[in-house]
């Protein structure tokens, strides 16, 4: 199966388009006002996004009816959670048809039996970079500590993603790898995709996998 690929903190409409023209399998968007890519508060979806594109609400503990609020009004079909979300909270976003995606931070002493709990709860695990943002840290963490990860839910890999990397690093070979998730690395400025690195990730990406 070819790798997924989403493009994530998308903030402006022109750009948002632009990449969505792309075709690329999801895009993010970021509601958490602490990260240089905020959509802010008057943020919409442009009506030419292609629907194609899974739309992705990214959160940090954020009150769960804020949550549901902003996923139905931007017509969200995937819900992704940065912080200390309880599963029960998943589980209740989940009932309400969203896919969850449930991010954690990777380092040396991470263990991935913690996730145990989350499995029935979430639709996808995300694997990051530490960072204080949350996200977007520009970092790679050590792939080789996803040999510990022995769960059956799939997962995005984020942290530091670039064209050179994926071509330059032996992507991992895990059954679960789901999807490359994309940020920085494609951007000219923070929540600014420059199309031609979008376009380059996506061809790189689809040369690899499939």
């Known amino acids: 199966m070819s790798l997924k690929v989403k493009v994530c903190g998308m903030k402006y ?3 948002i388009e632009a990449v969505g023209a792309l075709m690329p399998d999801y895009m993010g968007f970021i509601f958490f006002p602490s990260s240089p890519r905020f959509v802010g508060m008057d943020f919409h979806i442009p009506a030419g996004l ?3 594109a899974g739309r992705v609400g990214v959160f940090v503990n954020e009150q769960t009816e804020a949550i549901i609020q902003l996923a139905r009004q931007h017509q969200l079909t995937h819900i992704q959670l940065h912080g200390t979300e309880s599963v029960a909270e998943c589980k209740m976003l989940r009932n309400l048809g ?3 995606i449930k991010a954690f931070a990777i ?3 991470f263990d991935f039996n913690n996730l145990r709990s989350y499995s029935e709860a979430v639709d996808f695990f995300l694997f990051d970079s530490p960072s204080q943002n949350h996200g977007g840290s520009g970092k790679v963490f050590s792939w080789a500590l996803l040999s510990n990860y ?3 839910v799939p997962f995005f890999l984020s942290g530091g993603l670039s064209s050179e990397i994926v071509r330059t690093h032996a992507l991992p070979q895990h059954p679960q790898f789901f999807a490359l998730d994309v940020n920085s690395g494609v951007e000219d400025s ?4 420059n199309v031609n690195k979008v376009m380059d990730f996506l061809q790189t990406v689809k040369s690899i996998s499939s």
């Open 107 to 109: 380092h040396p002493d």
């Open 190 to 193: 923070p929540g600014i995709k």
């Open 98 to 100: 969203y896919s969850v």
């Open 13 to 15: 409409a022109d750009n």
């Open 50 to 52: 292609p629907r194609q």
């Open 150 to 152: 022995k769960l059956e």
